[in-house]
């Protein structure tokens, strides 16, 4: 059993990994929009589920990529000095959204 705080260490292996760093970079945050790949509509946590099997032949659902993107911005949250590839911004969309409202 893994003594990791994520987790999640069995699924992602260093070579899942680094493609799933590679596919943040690659696909960037767009919030609720559908991204066009290969002539069809999807979504970026589907997107990247399809660039870590082609590139690494191991499958992960579009659920444990939104689950692993929730865990590196929780790891990001309690130290963000520490960058993450692929992220743009340290700050949750609460927290902007926060600032916006103290602004009124």
């Keep these: 059993m893994s003594t990791s705080d994520d987790g999640d260490d069995g699924v992602w292996t ?11 970079v690659k696909w960037p945050q767009c919030g609720r929009r ?7 509509m999807f979504g970026r946590n589907e997107i990247i589920a399809m ?10 659902t579009r659920k444990q990529v939104s689950s692993h993107i929730q865990v590196i911005g929780r ?10 590839d692929g992220q743009a911004s340290s700050r949750t969309r609460t927290e902007l959204q926060s600032d916006d409202d103290d602004d009124d």
């Design 34 to 40: 559908k991204i066009v790949f290969e002539d069809k």
């Design 14 to 24: 260093p070579e899942v990994e680094s493609a799933f760093k590679d596919a943040l």
């Design 75 to 84: 790891k990001r949250k309690r130290d963000p000095r520490k960058p993450y």
């Design 51 to 60: 660039w870590i099997q082609r590139q690494t032949g191991q499958m992960r």
